[in-house]
């Protein structure tokens, strides 16, 4: 059992019966629990033939740092994706892709909303450096709602060898920079696309800037001069959504 990991929270633990249900080794629920949403979990781990058993609330509150919600799973260690992985997603991908990039996220909770954001507009993968970057943990799962178990976390040794690769593949590398003179909405964003976000409060690091074609900003309306990454994040990418719905429908109409 030392070699598992406790995943908790409906909405991680249903996703992972789903994708992935051969990494779920054990469920357990807390003793009275006996909704609709737990008989989903109920069904999908008889179908998996995966153990479900009962425990107290309060060692359950032992087991986990969170809001576990009564939901706790025994699950095989997470899986964080090497760098082969985006050749092999690229290769299978039709239409512009867009991947998400963030140089030194280390929040949990930070990580874990963007990949839920990411997941949400479509995104391909979000790219994380090796080093000094939060990666999957039960929290981050908690936070991403299922979404850790969909879209591919990759984790590279070196971001900007990476980034330069996948130039030479012909994707166009977006950053974010308040001091960016170009807004992030009139930048074309429908093409085969990188989007870097900054660690928090840091922002990108010097070498990663280097490395972009473009820079935006976010405009700022009110008093704030910034906003959370992971806020950030998702405005971003669903702006970069937005606008290939926007070419997609022109598209169809011309045909």
Known sequence: MSQLEKI??????????????????QIWLAEGRNDPRVQTLIELANENRVQVGQAERREMDAWVEGVHQGVVAEVSPSQVWGEAMLDELLDRTDGAPLLLVLDGVTDPHNLGACLRSADAAGALAVIVPKDKSATLTPVVRKIACGAAEVIPLVAVTNLARTLEKLQQRGLWVVGTAGEAEVSLYDQDLTGPTILIMGAEGKGMRRLTREHCDYLVNLPMAGSVSSLNVSVATGVCLFEAQRQRSVKAKAAAKKA
């Open 8 to 25: 908790y929270g409906v909405h991680a633990v249903e996703a992972l019966l789903r994708h992935h249900p051969k990494r779920v080794k």
